[in-house]
Every structure is written in C-alpha cells, then in structure tokens.
T-cell receptor, first 115, second 111 residues
Framework: GAVVSQHPSRVICKSGTSVKIECRSL??????MFWYRQFPKQSLMLMAT?????????EQGVEKDKFLINHASLTLSTLTVTSAHPEDSSFYIC???????????FGSGTRLTVV | EDKVVQSPLSLVVHEGDTVTLNCSYE??????LLWYKQEKKAPTFLFML????IEKKSGRLSSILDKKELFSILNITATQTGDSAVYLC???????????FGAGTRLAVHP
C-alpha cells in the first residue's frame, strides 16, 4: 500500500532556532500533501495544504511566515518551523492521498520539543 | 464553520464487550467520512464511507453512514485489549479535499 515517510520522528531544538520536517510519498506521487498539528490528547488540526509547484494554503490562524511549507516535487513536502518557541512544541503529522487508494495515508509524525 | 463531533470522548470497557462510537458532522461540502485508529503515532485508515446505509465491515469492526442525519457509527464487537486506541472520525470536504477531524474517542479495553 501507499507509504508516507516522515523525518525526523523526534527533534529537540533550542528556542529561536528553526526546524525542518520532511514528508515523502513513497511509490506514488502526491500533488497535494497536508500538514497537521496535534496537541496531547487532542485531535489533528489541519495547518495547511501543500501544493506541488505552488504556494501552500494555510488554515485560519496559522502563521505562514512561521510555518514555511515547500512542495518542491511530487514526492516531497517540507515544513519548517522558524524561530521556534516552546509553545510550538507539538506533534506534527503530514498526510498525502494516493489516488488509487481509499483514504489518506499519514506519515509517522514528528514530535517537536522546543526548550 | 465546518465541524465534526465525536462521542463519547472516552470509553472504558472489558474484553469481549461491544462498543459503538459516534460521529456527527456539519459541513458545507461533504464528500466522504473516514474513520482512523490512532495508537501511538500516525493514524491508520479503517473505513471510508460515501454512501448512506451501506455498512462496511472489516473483521470485528463495522461502520455505517447516515447522510440524512449527518451521522456515522463505528462498531467494534468482541473487543480486545489491542483495540485500545483513539478512534478518529474525519470528513473529507470537496473542493480542496481537506480532512476535518473530530476530537476522537479514546477507547480503553481492559482484560
């Protein structure tokens, strides 16, 4: 089945630094990928829709200058958390849809801790 | 505002029990409803429901959608401890193909 690889799985960074998270679709092309954020014991909140070759579409309340999304190819989307602060600590998950499959496939997630 | 509401938020049962998880939605451009199981990391896909009244089954799990009442249920029969997880309901919206998630139901199955 369709697989989405997300890296890194866990990252700890200092406040003020930037962190890049990669999301790759394996064995299929994804023109659209989605980035979610999940706080402990809460559901997934859609942050933005990443479109290959064009600008990402951000959900209301999500700062596009803080959460930079780049979808440079049909198999790779990256989320960069710029100038990270402790309140950015969260679980970030990407997903992509493989058109011949049902549903959306999720990456394994990245747990970001900003200290 | 599009919203997906799940109930109960948490549930504790014993092995062998049958559980029913609920999901209601209010969205402007409904395409499909999806159920996911989330244990420790990424959600894993369970069902995708597009048509009303057609039950989907996978082993001890089954689900059905009522598009008139804007409601879906997920049933798990003869629960096992391995069923302990958070079950997420999501609605796929048309147009931008966005998934809007409910808060999830945290199921704990005790031996």
């Amino acid at each position: 089945g369709a697989v989405v690889s997300q890296h890194p799985s866990r990252v700890i960074c200092k406040s003020g630094t930037s962190v890049k998270i990669e999301c790759r679709s394996l064995d299929f092309q994804a023109t659209t990928m989605f980035w979610y954020r999940q706080f402990p014991k809460q559901s997934l909140m859609l942050m933005a829709t990443s479109n290959e070759g064009s600008k990402a579409t951000y959900e209301q309340g999500v700062e596009k200058d803080k959460f930079l999304i780049n979808h440079a190819s049909l198999t790779l989307s990256t989320l960069t958390v710029t100038s990270a602060h402790p309140e950015d600590s969260s679980f970030y998950i990407c997903s992509a849809r493989e058109l011949t499959n049902y549903g959306y496939t999720f990456g394994s997630g990245t747990r970001l801790t900003v200290v | 505002e599009d919203k997906v509401v799940q109930s109960p938020l948490s549930l504790v049962v014993h092995e062998g029990d049958t559980v029913t998880l609920n999901c209601s939605y209010e969205v402007t451009n409904f395409r499909s409803l999806l159920w996911y199981k989330q244990e420790k990391k990424a959600p894993t896909f369970l069902f995708m429901l597009t048509s009303s009244g057609i039950e989907k089954k996978s082993g001890r799990l089954s689900s059905i959608l009522d598009k008139k009442e804007l409601f879906s249920i997920l049933n798990i029969t003869a629960t096992q401890t391995g069923d302990s997880a958070v079950y997420l309901c999501a609605v796929l919206l048309g147009g931008y193909n966005k998934l809007i998630f409910g808060a999830g139901t945290r199921l704990a199955v005790h031996p």
